[in-house]
C-alpha cells in the first residue's frame, strides 16, 4: 500500500504563490502517475494536475499557466506549485499515487491539506 503525505497548504492572498508537497512511501518511478486533486465544498473532485512515471503533465483548464506539477524522484516527493492564487482556488488539496498500469490502477489518496486564498 502506498502512503502519501501531503504539507504546505495555509491561508494566502490572492496573487500570491504557495507550494503544496507530497512525500510518497514508495519510489515514485515504479508508480505510474502521480497528481493532485482538490475539493470545495458543494462541490465533486476535481484533478488539478498530473504527472506520469514518463514525465508527462495534465492539467485542468481552470489552472493550466499558473499551477506547476513536478517531482523529486530521489526525495520520493511530488509538487505543485501555485501561482497568481485566485479565490476560487481555496479548496482542501489532496495528492494522488496511480499504481499499476493505464489498463488496470490502484490510486491511493493523502489525507488532504487546505488552501485558502483570501485577503
Known amino acids: 500500500q502506498v502512503q502519501l503525505v501531503e504539507s504546505g497548504g495555509g491561508l494566502v492572498q490572492p496573487g500570491k504563490s504557495l507550494r503544496l508537497s507530497c512525500v510518497v512511501s514508495?519510489?515514485?518511478?515504479?508508480?505510474?502517475?502521480t497528481g493532485w486533486y482538490r475539493r470545495t465544498p458543494g462541490k465533486q473532485r476535481e484533478l488539478v494536475a498530473s504527472?506520469?512515471?514518463?514525465?508527462?503533465?495534465d492539467y485542468s483548464d481552470s489552472v493550466a499557466g499558473r499551477f506547476i506539477i513536478s517531482r523529486d524522484n530521489a526525495k520520493n516527493t511530488v509538487y505543485l506549485q501555485m501561482n497568481s492564487l485566485k479565490p476560487e482556488d481555496t479548496a482542501v488539496y489532496f495528492c494522488?499515487?496511480?499504481?499499476?498500469?493505464?489498463?488496470?490502477?490502484?490510486?491511493?489518496w493523502g489525507q488532504g491539506t487546505q488552501v485558502t486564498v483570501s485577503s
Open positions: 494522488t499515487a496511480d499504481q499499476g498500469t493505464s489498463a488496470k490502477r490502484v490510486r491511493y
Open positions: 514508495q519510489s515514485i518511478d515504479s508508480l505510474y502517475s
Open positions: 504527472i506520469t512515471n514518463g514525465g508527462s503533465t
